[in-house]
Each structure stands twice: as structure tokens, then as C-alpha cells.
Nanobody, 118 residues
Framework: QVQLVESGGGLVQAGGSLRLSCLAS????????MAWYRQAPGRQRELVAS???????EYADVVKGRFTVSRDNSKNAMFLQMTGLKPEDTATYYC????????????WGQGTQVTVSS
């Protein structure tokens, strides 16, 4: 079992910055992929950024150049540095881990709210 806890959300003005954190605990496989998703009211959950266990990153087009995903495996942590925030970024942000073994298991955090005012 893996537990994921997000933190760092809050209320910021457009153009501001936030740094989200996801701390993982439990039976974490050495081979795992992590990702940030977000979901706004009335919208489906969408992939924001992903990162492999060795640091390879991918981003949704709408956040490229503004968001940076990173991880610290010694702390079982993943981060999302968000700059140039826009009101359209307002959403609940969720941490996801694909924990590989014989078959990968998927884990989700409870989310952290990001609100960007215009």
C-alpha cells in the first residue's frame, strides 16, 4: 500500500507562483512513475505533468514553459513549481503514482486546491 499526500495549494493572483509537494509513503517500488493531474469543477481530470523514477519529464502543452515537475527520491517526494499562474489553472491538483511490480498499481492523493484570481 502507498499513501500520497499533496500540499502547497492556496490562493494567488494571476502571474504569481506556487510550489506543490507530494509526499509518498508505504511500499514504494523502485520502479515507479509519478504525475500531477488537475480537475476543475465541471471538467474532467487532466494530466498536467509526469516524471519517471529517474527524472524524465513530460508536460501538457498548456503548462509548458510555466510549470516544472521534479522529484527527490531520497525523500519520496514529487514537486510542481508553478509560475505565471493564470485563472485557467484554478483546479484541485492530484498526485498519482504508478507503482510497478508484476503489474503496476495506481495510487492517488486526496488533492490540494489551487485558486488563481484575476
Amino acid at each position: 500500500q502507498v499513501q500520497l499526500v499533496e500540499s502547497g495549494g492556496g490562493l494567488v493572483q494571476a502571474g504569481g507562483s506556487l510550489r506543490l509537494s507530494c509526499l509518498a509513503s508505504g511500499k514504494i517500488a523502485g520502479n515507479n512513475n509519478m504525475a500531477w493531474y488537475r480537475q476543475a469543477p465541471g471538467r474532467q481530470r487532466e494530466l498536467v505533468a509526469s516524471i519517471t523514477n529517474f527524472g524524465m519529464q513530460e508536460y501538457a502543452d498548456v503548462v509548458k514553459g510555466r510549470f516544472t515537475v521534479s522529484r527527490d527520491n531520497s525523500k519520496n517526494a514529487m514537486f510542481l513549481q508553478m509560475t505565471g499562474l493564470k485563472p485557467e489553472d484554478t483546479a484541485t491538483y492530484y498526485c498519482k503514482m504508478t507503482n510497478w511490480g508484476v503489474a503496476g498499481k495506481i495510487y492517488w492523493g486526496q488533492g490540494t486546491q489551487v485558486t488563481v484570481s484575476s
